[in-house]
């Protein structure tokens, strides 16, 4: 029996896949040159030239060819074709590892469906901080996969109290507990579990969350029923938009507990732990959503070409051939000890087997304390070193992570590692005391050193 025969017997739906590509991409890619041949006269009628294409008006999948990587693209085909239910679950995850799940929406129809809904004064705007917009390019890239946007109370939950996502449920109650004026957002909605592929729980130690204050949620608790909107404003730009909403309270004291295993009293809060400071002066109320952001998030500060997306990351590891990747995270210059360390760890992996294990140089470029060393002079640092020959720049990618700090020791190291997951690491290299602080009040380390290794 042919194939086509057996996908008819299995009922297999049609799909219709639209690749949209301009017309400049397909006579760049045009290996057959019918495209200059069609210029120069010799083909009649051809379309895109001299003969208009139609798209297709309601395609079940576009994928933007030119703007998306290959590998972006294929990993939207396999997610479709998993949430269609063609592809199981382990089939998934042998063909993709860890599914990369990207969250903006660079297709300009849907931008202005997205922006035309939100034209109505149900819908609210949000100033958000720059360590907010750094949260959303950690989302937004899918260094926080399979996550769909700022955490709901359920996976906040999750979160902090078993330091793993489970699954991606909206709704996050106990028998009984609704009632009219429920903080959590349509109950329909809530009721639905995202598609998004796990095949088990993903570790999660560091919530990813947007507090606001007081008189924003009174303001969006009272249009709840109405499904507003939340436009995510920075420096008077619209970065996306927070769609299918729930509010919950920050209860800041119980996370600090539970996210530093630490507490600073209020006394001390403004010369204490800079992470702990950050959450308390933050507001009382958490919201949760499902986020789309329209565009890359680039700083024009000198350091963008440095800011690989995980999509991006595996792309260039495939094409340079690479067997293992192993990572180095660091928040200041490198010193000989990292250097001979991160050296080491590729001699261990030649003599293993591998045939063309390249290192991951991945310094981390969000939120960091006043006296760490600026991100700009590290890369210069970073650089001089691949320059000077003392890291091999022939096996180095040297690229940045847009993670803030939060200082909170064994606990967020884990987040450190487990985000490199997305990009195709398999090895992750540990130092002493990562992600620690000094304690403020005796000048010892706050985490024990050799913690952040053993937890591993």
């Known amino acids: 029996m042919s194939k086509f025969n057996l996908i008819f017997e299995d009922n297999i739906p049609f799909f219709e896949i639209y ?40 395609p079940d999948l576009i994928l933007n060819s030119g703007e998306e990587t290959e590998i972006e693209s294929i990993q939207k085909v396999f997610n479709f074709l998993y949430e269609k239910k063609i592809l199981p679950e382990e089939a998934m995850y042998q063909l993709c590892g860890q599914p990369i799940r990207q969250l903006f929406e660079f297709n300009k129809e849907e931008q202005n469906k997205l922006i035309e809904e939100i034209g109505n004064n149900l819908n609210f705007k949000i100033e958000i901080s720059e360590i907010d917009l750094q949260w959303i390019q950690v989302l937004a890239e899918g260094w926080a996969s399979p996550l769909a946007g700022f955490m709901r109370e359920r996976q906040y939950l999750q979160c902090l109290h078993f330091g793993q996502i489970f699954d991606l449920k909206k709704k996050c109650q106990i028998n009984g507990e609704r009632k009219e004026g429920d ?21 999660q130690t560091i919530p990813i969350v947007l507090p606001i204050f007081d008189n924003q949620a009174n ?26 909403i729930e509010i919950f309270p920050h209860r800041k004291k119980e996370r600090i507990h539970r996210q530093f295993g630490h507490f600073v009293e209020e006394k001390e809060i403004e010369n204490g732990h800079p992470g702990i400071k950050l959450i308390m002066e933050s507001g009382d109320w958490l919201v949760g959503g499902d986020l789309k952001v329209f565009e890359r998030i680039i700083y024009n500060d000198g350091l963008d070409e440095y800011r ?12 340079k051939q690479c067997d293992c990747v192993f990572a180095f995270q660091l928040r200041n210059p490198i010193h000989n000890g990292h250097a001979l360390l991160m050296s080491k760890t590729r001699e261990e992996l ?27 002079i590290r890369i210069k640092q970073h650089l001089a070193v691949l320059e000077n020959g003392i890291i091999n720049k022939e096996w180095t990618i040297l690229s940045i992570f847009p993670s ?21 690491v398999d090895a992750y290299i540990v130092g002493r005391d990562p992600a620690g602080i000094a304690d403020n009040l005796t000048g010892d380390s706050l985490y024990e050193p050799s913690h952040g290794a053993k937890v591993f």
């Open 308 to 319: 690989k997306t995980p999509s991006e990351l595996k792309q260039i590891f495939e094409e």
């Open 404 to 424: 803030p700090m939060c200082y909170a020791g064994p606990t967020e190291v884990q987040w450190h590692a487990r985000a490199r997951l997305t990009c195709g």
């Open 219 to 244: 303001l969006i608790k009272s249009k709840l029923s109405s499904k507003p909107k939340i436009q995510l404003i920075f420096k008077n730009k619209l970065i996306g938009i927070l769609k299918d």
């Open 350 to 376: 030649l003599l293993k087997g591998y045939k063309n294990p390249m290192l991951l140089l991945h310094p981390l470029g969000g939120w960091t304390k006043d006296d760490d060393v600026p991100l700009n």
């Open 19 to 58: 690749i949209n590509t301009s017309l400049e991409i397909c006579e760049a890619r045009d290996p057959k040159k019918l495209y200059k041949k069609a210029r120069a006269g010799e083909i009649k009628e051809f379309t895109g030239v001299d003969s208009a294409y139609e798209p297709p008006l309601e």
């Open 183 to 203: 903080l959590n957002c349509d109950e329909e909605e809530n009721d639905g579990e995202d598609q998004f592929p796990m095949l088990g729980p993903i570790n």
